[in-house]
């Protein structure tokens, strides 16, 4: 388990390798999978798990972006 400043780096990386995965696959249809594969192999987790997690980072990250987005109007 990863507590306190581990996790906040943890989160870090996650948010890097997500940015660069969007701008090679902007839909997130290859990448996600590739890597998922060889971060759950990494960190011995389930490749779906990997999956997952890197999709939803994405797409929260969207959310974020497009709440800043509004609240500037």
């Known amino acids: 388990?990863?507590?306190?400043?581990t996790l906040n780096s943890f989160k870090k990386e996650i948010n890097s390798i997500v940015d660069l995965i969007q701008k090679r696959d902007p839909k997130l249809e290859r990448f996600t999978d590739?890597?998922?594969?060889k971060l759950g192999s990494i960190l011995q987790k389930p490749d779906?798990?990997?999956?997952m997690m890197l999709r939803r980072t994405c797409f929260m990250n969207k959310k974020r972006d497009k709440k800043?987005?509004?609240?500037?109007?």
């Open 1 to 5: 388990m990863l507590l306190g400043e």
């Open 34 to 37: 590739l890597v998922g594969a």
């Open 48 to 51: 779906f798990e990997m999956q």
């Open 68 to 73: 800043a987005e509004i609240d500037k109007m």
